[in-house]
């Protein structure tokens, strides 16, 4: 299945876990524009409602690694950040406390394989990053954002990244003025065409693929 960096995939704790189990969850609200810094002891979240960016700082630098919202599974480690692009709440468990939470088989298999994925990912953004040129690293990205959230037009697909262009500079590493340059490349190369401000229609995906 392919993976989305910016709408990854969720499932309703509600329909998995008892209402008892659900209780020992402890509930978080967050304004939007608020940070979230890892934990002292590692904590299951899982959002209820809201959207945020995770993101890694080094040197001073941010690096985004991809969008949560509702029914996400995630865990903080060191040095990520979690910034809140909406209100939003967020349940939290303490495994230490609760452990037999994790006796149902469906919950446990839901969030192994809700890691599973995130590792996936980041393994694909490390090789991005380590392997590719920035024009390749822009490709792919539109590919994926295509290939998962892309609407098919009679004239090509419609994709919104709902990224300004400094975010997609760091959601790829690279800098805005190459990743605008770029993005204008693939216009000019008639591959891409500007919609409106977070919006592209892609007009010829077989050469864009091509391309990466």
Do not use: H, W
């Not at 392919?2 to 978080?28: A, P, Q, T, W």
């Not at 002292?40 to 960016?53: D, H, P, V």
Request: net charge neutral; glycine share 4%; with cysteine.
């Amino acid at each position: 299945m392919e993976l989305c960096r910016i709408n990854i995939d969720g499932f309703e704790i509600d329909e998995i876990l008892s209402k008892e189990d659900v209780n020992k969850f402890e509930y978080l609200k967050f304004k939007k524009g608020e940070i979230k810094y890892p934990d002292e002891y590692t904590k299951l979240l899982i959002f209820k409602s809201g959207e945020a960016k995770v993101s890694i700082l080094q040197d001073g630098k941010e690096f985004i690694l991809y969008f949560l919202s509702k029914n996400n599974i995630y865990v903080m480690y060191e040095n990520s950040i979690m910034e809140f692009l909406e209100d939003s709440e967020i349940l939290s468990l303490d495994a230490r406390k609760y452990p037999k939470v994790f006796n149902n088989p469906r919950f446990c298999n839901l969030v192994l394989n809700s890691f599973k994925n995130i590792m996936m990912l980041e393994k694909e953004i490390i090789k991005g990053l380590v392997f590719d040129n920035c024009r390749k690293r822009i490709i792919s990205f539109l590919i994926s954002i295509a290939n998962t959230n892309g609407k098919i037009r009679s004239d090509g697909i419609e994709i919104d990244l709902e990224l300004k262009i400094k975010e997609l500079a760091n959601f790829i590493g690279s800098q805005r003025q190459t990743v605008s340059i770029l993005l204008n490349q693939l216009i000019d190369e008639e591959v891409v065409k500007k919609l409106d401000k977070e919006k592209y229609l892609i007009t010829n995906f077989k050469k864009l693929k091509s391309m990466a």
